[in-house]
């Protein structure tokens, strides 16, 4: 199977200070990974999308200087929370993909555990 | 717009067999998808329907019409830690546009 980690797992900060989240793929190469927030009983919001080598695409209402995508290679992306809100405070998921080996080459998507941010 | 229309919620009983249907406006299809989330945790992948049809993985079932923009996630045989979130989503080229999920309620 595919893994895929994220770490911390849950962590607290105070107001202003910064966050910041790593998502590895730990038995694959992912070429494209993308975070995601879920506010309590709601989907997942694609936050940005990131591709190894090269400036994320963020999603329309989400400030990329404040939450800065880094995708250093092809196992690991960052996402740091700048400047943390109690707003800001959500579950933060990773996910990696990869086309899948079959002749279709169905288009596999691994999330990582999630992130649980609170800020006070 | 691009949309996803599935049940908030759904009840049934153990044993039992459900539907989850999962309507879909988007401007790009390359497959739908399907992942289970239970609470606390993150959305794993269950399957995914690229071509019409139905796709079967043990006690689930998922199928595709694309002419009608609809699919569907069928769970035989339910089993109390089936009790979870259940999410369609569309590949739209790598992305994957979510529905707001269909919460499924598990009776003994």
């Known amino acids: 199977g595919a893994v895929v980690s994220q770490h911390p797992s849950r962590v607290i900060c105070k107001s202003g200070t910064s966050v910041k989240i790593e998502c590895r793929s730990l038995?694959?190469?992912?070429?494209?990974m993308f975070w995601y927030r879920q506010f309590p009983k709601q989907s997942l919001m694609l936050m940005a999308t990131?591709?190894?080598?090269?400036?994320?695409?963020?999603e329309q209402g989400v400030e990329k200087d404040k939450f800065l995508i880094n995708h250093a290679s092809l196992t690991l992306s960052t996402l740091t929370v700048t400047s943390a809100h109690p707003e800001d405070s959500s579950f933060y998921i990773c996910?990696?993909?990869?086309?899948?080996?079959?002749?279709?080459?169905?288009?596999?998507?691994?999330f990582g555990p999630g992130t649980r941010l609170t800020v006070t | 717009g691009q949309s996803l229309e599935q049940p908030s919620e759904v009840t049934a009983v153990e044993g039992a067999i459900v539907q989850i249907n999962c309507t879909y406006q988007?401007?790009?299809?390359?497959?739908l998808s399907w992942y289970q989330q239970h609470d606390g945790g993150a959305p794993t992948f269950l399957s995914y329907?690229?071509l019409d049809g139905l796709e079967e993985t043990g006690r689930f079932s998922s199928f595709l019409s694309r002419s009608d923009s609809y699919g569907y996630l069928l769970l035989q045989e339910l089993q109390m830690k089936d009790s979870a979130s259940y999410f369609c989503?569309?590949?739209?080229?790598?992305?994957?546009?979510w529905g707001a999920g269909t919460k499924l309620i598990i009776k003994p």
């Open positions: 989503a569309v590949d739209s080229n790598y992305q994957l546009i």
């Open positions: 990131s591709n190894e080598g090269s400036k994320a695409t963020y």
């Open positions: 038995d694959f190469q992912a070429t494209t």
């Open positions: 996910s990696a993909s990869r086309r899948g080996s079959g002749g279709a080459g169905v288009p596999e998507q691994y």
């Open positions: 988007t401007s790009g299809f390359y497959g």
């Open positions: 329907n690229g």
